[in-house]
């Protein structure tokens, strides 16, 4: 397993962009797809975006694609997300998440470590 520490939240109006960053660490990081889940309040977590190892490989949502962006740097060992475009419906808890299938698998069941989440909150 690894553990993971996201960072990057807050508020932010609606149309406005904001950046995630998640920092892992563990001897198997690199063994791990990487990705961000989400959890308005009442609703169940979601996925929104994943990473393969080499970045060369990534999956989004669909209520996300073509406004957020996932990426890696593995050398800091850290996986980021852009949010441009931002909607008041974006408001949620995003959490960081390793999964060695994560991306093929898109609910909580290809997760094998969370992160305790950041809150944003996206203002209309």
């Not at 149309?15 to 660490?25: E, K, T």
């Not at 190892?53 to 694609?65: E, L």
């Amino acid at each position: 397993q690894v553990a993971l520490v996201e960072s990057g939240g807050g508020l932010v109006q609606a149309g406005g962009s904001l950046s995630l960053s998640c920092a892992a660490s563990g001897r198997t990081v690199r063994n791990y797809r990487m990705g961000w889940f989400r959890q308005a309040q009442g609703k169940e977590r979601e996925f929104v975006a994943a990473i393969n190892w080499s970045g060369g490989s990534t999956y989004y949502a669909d209520s996300v694609k073509g406004r957020f962006t996932i990426s890696r740097d593995n050398a800091k060992n850290t996986v980021y997300l852009q949010m441009n475009s931002l909607k008041p419906e974006d408001t949620a808890v995003y959490y960081c998440a390793a999964g060695r299938s994560l991306g093929y698998i898109r609910t909580t069941y290809g997760v094998d470590s969370w992160g305790k989440g950041t809150l944003v909150t996206v203002s209309s």
